[in-house]
Nanobody, 117 residues
């Protein structure tokens, strides 16, 4: 079992920034893939960013150039730096890790991000 605890969400004005963190209960060194998803009210959960081990990150077109995913191996955290936020970025953001391709992923509890003036 792996526990994931997200933090860093909140209310921010359009154009602002937030940094989400996801603390894992185990080392990230052997984790296959880390990712962030989001789910807005009335919409399906969507992939925001993912980072396979040893590979570069992939981003949804809607966040490219604004969001950056990273792994902090020293702190066992997965971070999502979000800049130039827009109202359409409002959603609950979820951290996901996948230990191996053939094993069900683990999810965090979610953190609310609201972009509004």
């Amino acid at each position: 079992q792996v526990q994931l605890v997200e933090s860093g969400g909140g209310l921010v004005q359009p154009g602002g920034s937030l940094r989400l963190s996801c603390a894992a209960s185990r080392s990230l060194f052997s984790i296959d893939t880390v990712a962030w998803y989001r789910q807005a009210p009335g919409k399906q959960r969507e992939l925001v960013a993912s980072m396979p081990r040893g590979s570069s990150a992939d981003y949804a077109d809607s966040v490219k150039g604004r969001f950056t995913i990273s792994r902090d191996y020293a702190r066992n955290t997965v971070n999502l730096q979000m800049n130039s936020l827009k109202p359409q970025d409002t959603a609950v953001y979820y951290c996901q890790i996948r230990i191996a391709p053939n094993i069900d992923p683990y999810w965090g509890q979610g953190t609310q991000v609201t972009v509004s003036s």
